[in-house]
T-cell receptor, first 111, second 111 residues
């Protein structure tokens, strides 16, 4: 089944404790992206990747890192999480000229 | 940069009626527009898309209209059903395949 998977789906952590949210797609998509979704603010792009080893900042990249060492994986790294990073996170992928497919979401709470 | 406005944050319709959800945008360079549906607890799901060289596209019970002159995009849902209840987002693509999302319209279908 063609899909985008994210892990974990839910995470509660404390300020400053490094964490990684994984994202994987099995559709051989070049383009991958991370979004956060917050009430009243909609979906905002954090980082995106046009292909392996090519990443760039989105609208709200502060406090996040990404890497794209393989085509299928695009992990989101929070080196020192803070409470304002409590949010619902979505990974998405696409062929460059087509619609993005979204993962199921990761709900992160930083205490 | 791109911005995507929202005409109505909520829309309530009777089952069987037609629904129209609107979006305004500001970036005239946008070449690709997408409508997504997001049900509670799930990631956004692709509904329909339209490219800038078209002004209308139809799917199953859905139609997207694009008016580039006034930078307006709309989603029409025919014979709205309770299963259509969700948040609907418009998204437009700018440079580097970056998607900018509207803040969403909550559609409620009353039986």
């Amino acid at each position: 089944e063609a899909q985008v998977t994210q892990n974990p789906r839910y995470l509660i952590t404390v300020t400053g404790k490094k964490l990684t949210v994984t994202c994987s797609q099995n559709m051989n998509h070049e383009y991958m992206s991370w979004y956060r979704q917050d009430p009243g603010l909609g979906l905002r792009q954090i980082y995106y990747s046009m292909n392996v080893e090519v990443t760039d900042k989105g609208d709200v990249p502060e406090g996040y890192k990404v890497s794209r060492k393989e085509k299928r994986n695009f992990p989101l790294i929070l080196e020192s999480p803070s409470p304002n990073q409590t949010s619902l996170y979505f990974c998405a992928s696409s062929l460059k000229d087509n619609e993005q497919f979204f993962g199921p979401g990761t709900r992160l709470t930083v205490l | 940069g791109e911005s995507v406005g929202l005409h109505l944050p909520t829309l309530s319709v009777q089952e069987g009626d037609n629904s129209i959800i609107n979006c305004a945008y500001s970036n005239s360079a946008s070449d690709y527009f997408i409508w997504y549906k997001q049900e509670s607890g799930k990631g956004p799901q692709f509904i329909i898309d339209i490219r800038s060289n078209m002004d209308k596209r139809q799917g199953q019970r859905v139609t997207v209209l694009l008016n580039k002159t006034v930078k307006h995009l709309s989603l029409q849902i025919a014979a709205t059903q309770p299963g259509d209840s969700a948040v609907y987002f418009c998204a437009l693509r700018g440079s580097n395949y970056k998607l900018t999302f509207g803040k969403g319209t909550l559609l409620t279908v009353n039986p």
